[in-house]
């Protein structure tokens, strides 16, 4: 999808403008080329927050004036598009006007252009782009790498930008029924589809960063990437006890769905602990938390044994920046190639985790800080 946006400016050169604008709604809305071609004019609107929406209709399942959340840059496009309509066809009313009027035998702007007619526009302009290329996995003597190939440009047609908007939805981790209403499917069966896709997706993410999971001395856990245990992706999937800065595989605290932690989640002093390389910007932001406390505590007034209470101990100060250095070392041992497909699997691991909370309480100013707050997942 990067490659064929950045490529728009190519289909203005080759088309009437209005044709770029109806690209570009179908891809940011995920509406069927038909309920595009076919927007009114008026299909701009707001929520009860003031938040854009556009009105469109659902020919296939016979739905009409259907809501769509859209986002401020897509409200910007539609607007300036109802400011040139408006300019080329200002004696007729708005409520007759469609928003992508035809340029042919259309005086008085009501006629929409034809789907067909954007679809061969579409398809124009994708035979005149330069190649396009996706990454894919190949496996050669049992070790992965990525592999750019060319990308079939068949496949880059206009019903084609809503299943990429469904699957953008599905791999950030939008709830399935929220996905269900953006998509106005009648059957939650049919957006899960999307979900299983995500699914193969993240279970090739985790393969990855478990390759660099460690305990909490810093030592390598998994050294294979290329097979990861069956029933790591099963724990992960049935809702594995997450801690913050990695997993938890204490049988009580798991049992207590994470609300039973012996030690108060001094996650680094405990054998049951695991962290992997996702986990890495949390690690670096609870050491800095460990730092500032230490500072405050020790300038702050308080009898001593609550003070050592709450004062960061230098072992645990050590055993995270062993950690963050063990990663990092592992890291920087590692080609540039699998850096990136280890960045990229990270970025899938974090959208889909979810926030972990400390459990300890909260204390008002101005000791707030002095206990690492929950962590940004």
């Not at 999307?194 to 001395?217: K, L, N, P, S």
């Not at 962290?275 to 670096?284: A, K, M, Q, R």
């Not at 007034?301 to 963050?324: C, F, H, N, Q, Y």
Request: charged fraction near 25%.
């Amino acid at each position: 999808m990067r490659q064929l946006c950045s490529q728009l400016d190519a289909l203005d050169a080759i088309a009437p403008p209005h044709i770029r604008i109806a690209v570009e709604l179908i891809i940011d809305t995920g509406r069927r080329p038909q309920e595009i071609s076919y927007l009114p004019w008026d299909c701009l609107d707001a929520d009860e927050d003031g938040q854009p929406v556009l009105i469109y209709d659902n020919y296939k399942s016979h739905r009409l004036r259907r809501r769509l959340p859209i986002a401020a840059a897509t409200a910007a496009l539609v607007s300036r598009q109802q400011e040139t309509v408006r300019q080329r066809f200002p004696n007729t009313p708005t409520k007759d006007l469609a928003l992508l009027p035809t340029q042919m035998r259309n005086p008085h702007g009501i006629k929409t252009i034809s789907q067909d007619l954007l679809a061969q526009w579409h398809l124009t302009w994708v035979n005149g782009l330069p190649d396009l290329y996706v990454n894919v996995i190949v496996e050669t003597d049992g070790r992965r790498a990525n592999q750019q190939i060319p990308f079939n440009k068949a496949r880059v047609f206009l019903y084609a930008y809503r299943h990429s908007y469904a699957q953008r939805h599905a791999d950030a981790g939008v709830a399935p029924d929220v996905l269900k209403e953006l998509m106005d499917h009648r059957q939650l069966s049919t957006t899960q589809g999307y979900y299983r896709v995500g699914q193969q997706r993240r279970r090739e993410a985790v393969e990855r960063v478990t390759a660099m999971q460690f305990d909490r001395h810093g030592r390598l856990i998994w050294r294979q990437a290329q097979l990861v245990l069956d029933s790591e992706h099963a724990r992960r999937a049935v809702g594995e006890v997450a801690v913050p800065y990695g997993l938890c595989t204490e049988p009580s605290n798991v049992a207590a769905g994470g609300h039973d932690c012996p030690v108060r989640f001094r996650c680094v002093g405990c054998g049951h602990f695991r962290t992997d390389v996702s986990y890495l910007p949390d690690l670096e932001s609870y050491l800095a938390d460990l730092l500032r406390s230490r500072e405050r505590l020790a300038a702050f007034s308080a009898d001593d044994w609550a003070k050592g209470e709450a004062m960061p101990s230098d072992e645990e100060i050590t055993r995270v920046r062993r950690l963050i250095s063990r990663v990092r070392a592992d890291l920087d041992e590692l080609t540039d190639e699998d850096r990136a497909q280890i960045q990229q699997a990270v970025q899938v691991v974090r959208r889909t985790r979810q926030l972990v909370s400390l459990g300890l309480p909260r204390v008002r100013q101005p000791l707030l800080d002095l206990r690492p707050e929950r962590p940004t997942a």
